[in-house]
C-alpha cells in the first residue's frame, strides 16, 4: 500500500466532469439457493432481530434504510454474494469458512473450507453453487448449494502464493480470478482446468467484473491501472486512468459496458467507456476519502465504501450529486459491496458484522 505522503499528494490531482448518465448494472453473478440439509457443518452466531438497529434517509423520491446483522466472532466477513432466497453469502476469512446469514432471523450458519483456509471474494453461479477465491489455500474453491459439498480447484504447483483475490463467471461459465501477487487466471468447471497467466506489470490485480458483452476486467491496486482480457487468448491489456497512481481497487460494471472504478489512493470513483474510450473521474466527499469497493445498483446507482469517513457512499451519474450513510460504531472496513434489486449488501471486516441499505419508494 503506498505511503500516507504518497496518497495525500496524488488525492490533490484534479478529476474531470462524471458521466451524466447511467443504466442499470450488470450482475457478475447468478443468485444461490442455500441448503437445508448441511445445517451440522453450521455455526449459528448469536440471535439478531432485523429489526434490532438500523438508520433511514431520504434522498429524492428514495428512501433508505440502513440494518446491521451479526456474524459469528472473529469471523472478519470479507465479500458478501446475495442468495435467492433472500439470505446472503459470505466469506469468513479469519475462521476460514464460506458463511450464509438469513436477514429474517438473523442467525448464520459457515462452511469449514479446510485446513489452512483464508476465504477472500464469493460468487454465485446460475446453479446456485458459492465460488471462492481461497488465498490461504491457494484455490478456486466451489461449495454446493444442495450439499455444501466443498470441490477445491488448487492452482498449479508452479504458481505459489498468489494471494487470491476476486473472481467473475464470464458466458461460457468458466470463473476468472485475479491475484495480487501478479497473476490473474480462468478454471473451467467442465474440464476442471486451471490456467493462470502473468500481469503485464506485476503485482497488484484486484478486483474483477464482467460487462454485459462478455468481456472480463480487472484492477491492479499496485500498478494503478484496469485490463481487459481477451478471454481466448488469456492476454490482458493495459487502460490507464487519468491520475496516475490512483489506486485503482474494485471495479464493477453497468448495463451500458462502461467499467466503474473504486481509486483507492486518489479517493476518486472513476469510469471508463470502452466504446467512446473516454475516462471520468470524480473525488469522494470529505477531507480524507478512500475508496475501496465499488457497486453499481439496479438504478445505475454507483455505490462505494469509504474507509476514510467509515461510510458507504451513493453517487447518483445524473444528478452528479453523493450521499453519505454513515456506518455504526467504530471502523467498519467494508471492502466490498454487492446486492439485488432494492438491497445494497457490504460486509464490516472490522466488527464481524454485514450491513444492508434497502430502496423503498418515499411516500
Same mark, same amino acid.
Given at each position: ?13 484534479? /478529476? ?179 490456467? =493462470? /497467466? ?18 472480463? &476486467? ?19 491489456? =493495459? ?12 471495479? &464493477? ?49 454507483? &455505490? ?39 438491497? =445494497? &449488501? ?18
Amino acid at each position: 500500500m503506498p505511503s500516507m505522503l504518497a496518497r495525500a499528494l496524488l488525492i490533490a490531482f484534479p /478529476f474531470a466532469v462524471m458521466l451524466a448518465a447511467c443504466g442499470a448494472s450488470q450482475q457478475p453473478s447468478a443468485p444461490a439457493v442455500p441448503s437445508a440439509a448441511s445445517a451440522t457443518s453450521a455455526a449459528p452466531s448469536p440471535s439478531v432481530s432485523p429489526a434490532a438497529s438500523g438508520t433511514a434517509a431520504v434522498v429524492g423520491a428514495l428512501r433508505f434504510e440502513t440494518q446491521r446483522y451479526a456474524v459469528p466472532s472473529g469471523a472478519g466477513p470479507h465479500d458478501v454474494a446475495p442468495a435467492a432466497d433472500g439470505g446472503v453469502w459470505y466469506t469468513a476469512q479469519r475462521q476460514g469458512a464460506l458463511g450464509y446469514l438469513d436477514p429474517k432471523t438473523g442467525k448464520t450458519r459457515q462452511i469449514a473450507l479446510g485446513a489452512g483456509s483464508a476465504p477472500h471474494g464469493v460468487i454465485v453461479d446460475k446453479d446456485g453453487a458459492a465460488w471462492v477465491t481461497d488465498g490461504g489455500l491457494n484455490a478456486i474453491v466451489r461449495v454446493d448449494p444442495k450439499t455444501d459439498a466443498v470441490t477445491v480447484y488448487p492452482l498449479p504447483a508452479d504458481r505459489p502464493r498468489a494471494n487470491l483475490n476476486t473472481a467473475t463467471f464470464d458466458r461460457r461459465g468458466r470463473v476468472w480470478f485475479t491475484g495480487q501477487s501478479g497473476v490473474y487466471g480462468v478454471v473451467d468447471p467442465a474440464t476442471k482446468e486451471v490456467r =493462470v /497467466f502473468d500481469a503485464p506489470r506485476g503485482a497488484g490485480p484486484y478486483g474483477m467484473t464482467t460487462t454485459p458483452d462478455g468481456t472480463v &476486467w480487472y484492477a491492479s491496486l499496485a500498478a494503478s491501472h484496469i485490463a481487459r482480457i481477451d478471454v481466448d487468448s488469456g492476454r490482458a491489456e =493495459v487502460i490507464e486512468p487519468p491520475t496516475k497512481g490512483q489506486g485503482s481497487r474494485r471495479v &464493477w460494471a453497468d448495463a451500458q459496458g462502461r467499467v466503474w472504478v473504486s481509486e483507492w489512493t486518489a479517493g476518486q470513483v472513476g469510469v471508463y467507456d470502452p466504446i467512446t474510450k473516454s475516462w471520468a473521474e470524480r473525488k469522494l466527499p470529505g477531507s480524507d476519502p478512500q475508496a475501496y469497493a465499488v457497486y453499481v445498483d439496479e438504478r445505475g446507482a454507483i &455505490w462505494l465504501s469509504d474507509f476514510g469517513a467509515n461510510a458507504l457512499v451513493r453517487y447518483d451519474p445524473a444528478t452528479t450529486e453523493f450521499k453519505s450513510f454513515p456506518l455504526e460504531g467504530r471502523a467498519g472496513n467494508v471492502r466490498q459491496i454487492h446486492g439485488r434489486p432494492g438491497e =445494497v &449488501w457490504a460486509p464490516e471486516s472490522a466488527t464481524d458484522h454485514i450491513v444492508v441499505v434497502r430502496t423503498l419508494p418515499n411516500g
